[in-house]
């Protein structure tokens, strides 16, 4: 069935450091894919999307680009702040998933230090 | 605009008790969801509705019942709670057209089964 793996964490970063977190999934048609950020104690948000092949999502600094041939969506920020710090999850959804069920990655935590 | 609306916030019970967690929505979506949040297991979908007047299992339905009471409103009941049920509970809910497959969350409600 369809599934996303990411990168396990905790990440440790400095703050102004680059950003990456892994993320490829496994679909049988094709998915739209998100990454969701939950802060401490809060819900899940919507961080960024990408709808079809070599989109690229962006928000807040934050970009990710549906790679098709590499089954992938990797996150990256330039320069990370202590803000930033929080949970991120890779997903995804689409007709193939049931049409509204979301498929979501383990989640990768994320320490940003001043 | 609320978004979606999670009652209550905290809420500790006996083990056998039961409770009815309350979900409201007001961006008029179709789709609404339950999971339940656990450490190092990330969310795992509980209960969901498609639309007003279905509901279907997800992928942790034991122990869970729902009520899609009206196009806002979905509620989980536990009838007898358990330990195993202590964890953090989130509500989301997704449209239609082309921002159908995001989701968007409650602030959860965390539940301690004693």
């Known amino acids: 069935g369809d599934s996303v793996t990411q990168m396990e964490g905790p990440v440790t970063l400095s703050e102004e450091a680059f950003l990456t977190i892994n993320c490829t999934y496994t679909a049988t048609g094709y998915p739209s894919l998100f990454w969701y950020v939950q802060y401490p104690g809060e819900g899940l948000q919507l961080l960024l999307k990408a709808t079809k092949a070599d989109d690229k999502g962006s928000n807040k600094g934050f970009e990710a680009t549906y790679r098709k041939e590499t089954t992938s969506f990797h996150l990256e920020k330039g320069s990370v702040q202590v803000s930033d710090s929080a949970v991120y999850f890779c997903?995804?959804?689409?007709?193939?998933?049931?049409?509204?069920?979301?498929?979501f990655g383990a989640g990768t935590r994320l320490f940003v230090k001043a | 605009n609320a978004g979606v609306t999670q009652t209550p916030k905290f809420q500790v019970l006996k083990t056998g008790q039961s409770m009815t967690l309350q979900c409201a929505q007001d961006?008029?979506?179709?789709?609404m969801y339950w999971y339940r949040q656990d450490p190092g297991m990330g969310l795992r979908l509980i209960y969901y509705?498609?639309?007003?007047?279905?509901?279907d299992k997800g992928e942790v339905p034991n122990g869970y019942n729902v009520s899609r009471l009206n196009k806002r409103e979905f509620s989980l009941r536990l009838e007898s709670a358990a330990p195993s049920q202590t964890s953090v509970y989130f509500c989301?809910?997704?449209?239609?057209?082309?921002?159908?497959?995001?989701?968007?969350f409650g602030p959860g409600t965390r539940l301690t089964v004693t």
């Open positions: 509705s498609a639309s007003e007047g279905t509901t």
């Open positions: 989301a809910s997704s449209g239609q057209g082309a921002s159908s497959y995001e989701q968007y």
């Open positions: 997903a995804l959804s689409g007709i193939d998933t049931g049409g509204f069920k979301t498929i």
């Open positions: 961006m008029n979506h179709n789709s």
